[in-house]
Nanobody, 127 residues
């Protein structure tokens, strides 16, 4: 199993950038496909970005497409979320999650299909 741990959140002005990191402990990191989600106060957890375990392609929510970039470094057991042109509506707690490769669809936007979750990191974008 893996245990994701997020870092890199903070306070940024509108139009600014942040880079979130997710370190996944465990020797089987390569056996997991990763995703990023976020949850704003009073709202449900929502999909941000995820990778396909078959093609390696990445998929994004429409609200972040063109501004956020998902990347992965297997040598460091880490995934990243580069967030540019941030908006106040991006304010949320951001979570990194892992799902086992080989089960279900090649990628997923549904939180219920992820097996392991980090504790989250707060991102606040001021207007």
């Amino acid at each position: 199993q893996v245990q994701p741990v997020e870092s890199g959140g903070g306070l940024v002005q509108t139009g600014g950038s942040l880079r979130l990191s997710c370190a996944a402990s465990g020797r089987t990191f390569s056996s997991y496909a990763m995703g990023w989600f976020r949850q704003a106060p009073g709202k449900e957890r929502e999909f941000v970005a995820a990778e396909s375990w078959t093609s390696g392609n990445t998929y994004y929510a429409d609200s972040v497409k063109g501004r956020f970039t998902f990347s992965r470094d297997n040598a460091k057991n880490q995934v990243y979320l580069q967030m540019n042109s941030l908006k106040p509506e991006d304010t949320a707690v951001y979570f990194c999650a892992a799902r086992r490769r080989g089960q279900g669809s090649s990628w997923s936007r549904w939180p219920r299909e992820y097996d392991y979750w980090g504790q989250g990191t707060q991102v606040t974008v001021s207007s």
